[in-house]
């Protein structure tokens, strides 16, 4: 398949700018029920109503490296309060990170839905990976009853990681060694309608080595199961260097779109792209000056069908020096236009007022928000009432 890659500037108006309708409910807060810190949230909305709010827990301290487990928290009243903390995976003293839930809702297995939680371990800290010198795995973990039991980890890195099979990349013209390896970190999707009906969408990035990299080591990808777990396939890398953490969706006709943070340097821009075949291979890619990015975690999501096309929601720092102005977009035509946008917290006096988020679609009109606050001490929910 032929990629185009292209580089356009877009501006539209914005016809909505509005603040969070609800004040932030704190979920997780740093120093407490047995971390010093946590961080990387992800969130999703079970059939019943119930949320699940994921996070990374870290033991000792905020470093992205050393004794982290995933942990996890419910709500059953829309996010106004949450349930005490529970331990969903982790790697010994090591790290278990970038949890990725979604929920299998088309397996005849489990008529009742199955809850997919991927992660990545490591034993080593990113840098020393990036050098050959520790590995990342990937892992899953299922759950049958809503999050309240999970099995032990199923690990899928042979099927998803190049460490150990390299192959050359005809767009870069090197051989890929893949090194570090990061979940997408937020949710993942399952597609509901179409030619890949059923199948479950992890977006990743991955490095390769390159001598003074500066970023551009980085490289976006996912990895998809159209069999609910049993095998796996690897997505084509995006084409474009330095892209980073990524997060995705479904669109009509059997499209994907991805959208990642450009750690490349020069343009502090989202990068975009498209894919026909459900996210296996990329069409189209392009930096997207509609969405500016300081080099940050973005949240992407479809939260319904307009004309053919999907509604599709994003959030991220609507900045490009600092983390701050953290922003809901949301788009009628699959990402070409963004023409309503919502502040969801901003603070300039702080030095790092927000982060990392992820959303979920709630119900008619409103969109939960799950986000870093206040230089990482605590992760908070609220809820965005938009305009349709």
């Known amino acids: 398949m032929q990629v185009r890659t292209l580089f356009i500037t877009i501006f539209v108006s914005l016809s909505v700018c509005a603040t969070a309708q609800t004040p932030g409910v704190p979920v997780f807060t740093s120093g407490a029920e047995g971390y010093k810190s946590f961080r990387i949230p992800a969130i999703l909305r079970l059939p019943n109503g119930d949320l699940l709010a994921f996070a990374e827990g870290r033991v000792k301290g905020g470093n992205d490296y050393g004794n982290i487990d995933i942990v996890m928290k419910r709500s059953k009243d829309g996010g106004a309060s949450w349930s005490a903390l529970s331990v969903v995976a982790e790697n010994d003293t090591v790290q278990a990170g970038n949890p990725a839930p979604v929920l299998d809702m088309l397996d005849p297995a489990y008529p009742k839905g199955r809850l997919f939680l991927f992660y990545n371990t490591g034993d080593a800290p990113e840098r020393d990976i990036k050098e050959g010198k520790g590995t ?34 005809p767009e870069w013209n090197f051989k890929e060694d893949w090194r570090w390896y990061a979940n997408t970190p937020g949710h993942a999707f399952q597609t509901q309608e179409g030619q890949y009906r059923g199948r479950l969408y992890i977006a990743a990035n991955h490095t390769s080595p390159m001598p003074n990299a500066r970023g551009w080591d980085y490289a976006a990808h996912a990895y998809y199961t159209d069999d609910h777990g049993k095998t796996f396939q690897l997505a084509a890398t995006l084409p474009v260097p330095g892209t980073n953490e990524a997060t995705a969706a479904p669109l009509a006709a059997n499209r994907v779109m991805i959208n990642v943070r450009n750690q490349g340097g020069g343009r502090r821009t989202r990068v975009v792209g498209y894919s026909s ?112």
């Not at 049958?144 to 039991?149: E, K, L, S």
């Not at 788009?331 to 988020?357: H, V």
């Open 136 to 169: 990342r795995q990937c892992c899953y973990k299922t759950s049958a009853d809503g999050g309240y039991t999970w099995t032990a980890p199923v690990n899928i890195s042979s099927q998803v990681h190049r460490l150990l099979r390299p192959q050359v990349n």
């Open 277 to 388: 075949d459900g996210g296996a291979h990329w069409d189209t890619t392009y930096f997207d000056a509609q969405l500016p990015d300081p080099a940050c975690e973005g949240s992407l999501l479809t939260i319904g069908k307009k004309k053919g096309k999907a509604v599709l929601a994003f959030s991220n720092e609507a900045a490009v020096t600092r983390r701050d102005s953290l922003t809901l977009r949301i788009s009628f035509d699959e990402g070409l236009s963004w023409p309503q946008q919502y502040l969801i917290d901003a603070n300039p006096s702080k030095k790092m007022n927000t982060a990392y988020s992820d959303i979920v679609w709630l119900k008619k009109n409103a969109i939960g928000v799950l986000y870093e606050k206040d230089n990482y001490n605590s992760i908070l929910f609220t809820v965005i009432k938009i305009k349709q």
